[in-house]
């Protein structure tokens, strides 16, 4: 009996001890666990409050972009990644290889547009854009494609051209003994090979941020003056980009530095963005007329044309993202977490690549259908653009044919007028490299202007030859 009880007694104290060492094991298990969190929270606000290590001291005259990799890694290792050769269904630069040559020595480009649509070089007979014209690559090319276009070899290009190619804030700055205005019209008038010279990098960090606050700043002369002048249209004077634009702005004005419609005024070839008038594709027109200004004398008709570079912020101001106040970067460089940190996104792309990131912030949708709205647009876009096309090359050979036939400047001058502008309507989304994504009505509207102006032209033309 004594034998049994002491049984059970051993027994029970062996459960209860087995009890408390679990007890005391799960108990050191989650004081570890919460010690471990809170430690990593710590250290993950103490991330927040540091976002970078100043391991090297950055200046005004810090062009390499490597060494502002030493303070900003993270940023740095993307920007790298502009590199990436990456198609979308109607844009992007698939990657073409070539034979090297002396003269141009790229392994690889993008694909010619030329190849692609021969009407282009019915569009620009005469001008360099009917010899070369690709799609466009990322950020890490910029510089090496401007220089080796085989545009460089049938016309003189002026060193203007870098403003919207290069690193330029440094080389102005020297150039302009410290005045930055000064440097960029020096630069402008030189020859582009001497200017080339000047230069060393596509786009760094130095032309977007300032390298002692990091704060967001405008680099680029022809945007400070551009945009005073598209605000004093507005009715808002002496408007100073720098000190007056919200930080939401400046994260468009930034990339509007140079994704704008722009001209060369003068002997001195200085570089103007013309937005007094306004920033419509219209209003631009009426601004070159005012002005008298032509790029080039169609080799075909005779016409004063107009060529349209590559308007992205004219374009996207009309959109519903711009209306929505989304800037620029909130799509092509969105922010994402690294660790603590909340970062943009360096690896500037199109969305349509990132669309996780880029759209689906505000959009939650699947990425297939948003995918699919957007290609939408494009396509739609992409229609309307062939028959514009085809009722400007219709023109362009009724012209030609009157041309050839004898027909004098004043039988041609209204049908020409309608060229001017049917043509640079169809540039203006043409060179716009969103395929019609950042405004898709005002993108239809502008075609549909074409089309008729097109149209108007072929009958300008009958009436003043009197033919049926």
């Not at 040559?101 to 190849?115: F, G, H, I, M, W």
């Not at 950020?139 to 401007?146: I, N, P, R, T």
């Not at 700043?217 to 009715?235: C, L, M, S, V």
């Amino acid at each position: 009996m004594n034998m049994q009880k002491e049984t059970h007694t051993g027994a029970g104290r062996s459960r209860f001890s087995i009890i408390v060492l679990s007890i005391t094991i799960i108990s050191a298990v989650m004081v570890y666990g919460v010690t471990a969190l809170l430690m990593d929270i710590f250290e993950h606000k103490q991330e927040a409050k540091h976002p970078f290590f100043r391991v090297v001291e950055l200046t005004d005259e810090t062009e390499d972009p490597a060494i502002w990799g030493q303070n900003f890694p993270l940023q740095y290792d993307a920007y790298r990644r502009t590199v990436d050769q990456e198609r979308t269904r109607f844009g992007g630069s698939e990657a073409m290889p070539r034979t090297p040559t002396e003269a141009d020595p790229r392994s690889v480009v993008a694909r010619s547009k030329l190849e692609e649509d021969p009407r282009l070089k019915t569009m620009w007979a005469g001008y360099a854009f009917a010899v070369d014209y690709r799609e466009a690559r990322g950020h890490a090319y910029m510089l090496e494609d401007q220089t080796f276009t085989l545009r460089q070899q049938v016309a003189a290009q002026p060193g203007t051209c870098l403003h919207c190619h290069a690193s330029v804030y440094a080389p102005y700055m020297k150039l302009g003994d410290g005045d930055l205005i000064a440097g960029f019209a020096k630069m402008n008038a030189m020859p582009f090979e001497e200017a080339r010279h000047l230069v060393t990098h596509p786009i760094t960090c130095l032309d977007c941020h300032d390298p002692d606050t990091l704060q967001l700043r405008i680099t680029r002369p022809a945007f400070i003056e551009g945009i005073r002048a598209y605000k004093a249209f507005q009715g808002i004077e002496n408007y100073d980009v720098n000190t007056m634009a919200t930080r939401q702005e400046m994260r468009s004005y930034v990339c509007g530095q140079c994704h704008i419609e722009y001209y060369f005024k003068g002997p001195e070839k200085r570089l103007v963005y013309p937005w007094s008038k306004g920033i419509k594709v219209e209003q631009m027109v009426a601004y070159y007329d005012e002005i008298d200004f032509k790029d080039w004398t169609h080799a075909e008709t005779g016409a004063p044309v107009l060529k349209a570079q590559h308007p992205e912020f004219e374009m996207w101001s009309q959109g519903i993202h711009c209306r929505s106040g989304v800037a620029c970067a909130d799509c092509h460089m969105p922010y994402q977490r690294v660790g603590a940190m909340k970062i943009s996104d360096h690896h500037v792309r199109s969305p349509l690549l990132n669309i996780n990131n880029a759209c689906q912030t505000c959009h939650p949708v699947p990425e297939a259908e948003l995918k699919a709205r957007a290609e939408r647009i494009q396509e739609t876009t992409l229609h309307l653009r062939n028959r514009a096309m085809d009722a400007l090359i219709a023109l362009i050979g009724d012209l030609k044919k009157a041309r050839d036939a004898g027909a004098n400047d004043e039988h041609l001058a209204a049908a020409w007028d309608f060229q001017r502008k049917a043509q640079f309507m169809i540039d203006f989304v043409e060179s716009e490299n969103s395929s019609g994504f950042h405004a898709g009505q005002e993108t239809a509207r502008i075609l549909g202007e074409s089309i008729d102006y097109s149209r108007q032209g072929q009958v300008a033309l009958r009436d003043s030859l009197g033919t049926p």
